[in-house]
């Protein structure tokens, strides 16, 4: 399984995850599902396009395969964007609670797509510095999915 088809897969499951959850938007209609995409936002077509908010960006960040034997091992970021203009400025809160969704749902469902496995590992962070209305975060996982091996020739 390659990372392509694990990215794909995190988009997907996250897509569902989060359909029936909605979040302040920089918009005159005031709340939005969140949006979830591969590795980076989508460019805005001219200067009046609305910023993507809520989202969740689902970035490849390496990979590793140890040897023929081992798993591939795939280490996913997944940064979160949300907007929140209430004076109180606890935006943060709405990160971290998608942030939490994220990390129960793989607690309780590690297999993604019959092919993929968290590692159990979960770590997040919450941005250093303010921003308001605009708050973001972080999490990291790490996936594994089985390797290519070699195939077996009646020469080796």
Do not use: C
Not at 81 to 99: H, K, P, Q, S, T
Request: aromatic share 12%.
């Amino acid at each position: 399984m390659t990372a392509r088809e694990l990215q794909t897969a995190l988009v997907d499951d996250l897509t569902t995850l989060f359909q029936e959850r909605s979040y302040k938007a920089p918009t005159d209609a005031g709340m939005a599902h969140v949006g979830v995409y591969k590795q980076w936002l989508p460019k805005l077509e001219n200067e009046s396009d609305e910023d993507p908010f809520p989202y969740i960006i689902v970035r490849l960040d390496n990979g590793k395969l140890e040897n023929q034997t081992s798993p591939h091992k795939v280490a996913v970021i997944l940064l979160v964007g949300i907007y929140d203009d209430d004076l109180e400025n606890n935006g943060f809160e709405g990160v971290l609670e998608i942030m939490e969704v994220i990390q129960q749902h793989y607690q309780e469902n590690p297999i993604l797509a019959d092919q993929f496995r968290t590692d159990d590992s979960f770590n997040w962070a919450l941005q250093d510095e303010e921003s308001y209305p605009y708050f973001f975060g972080a999490a990291s996982m790490v996936w594994e999915a089985t390797a290519p091996r070699r195939k077996v020739s009646r020469y080796t």
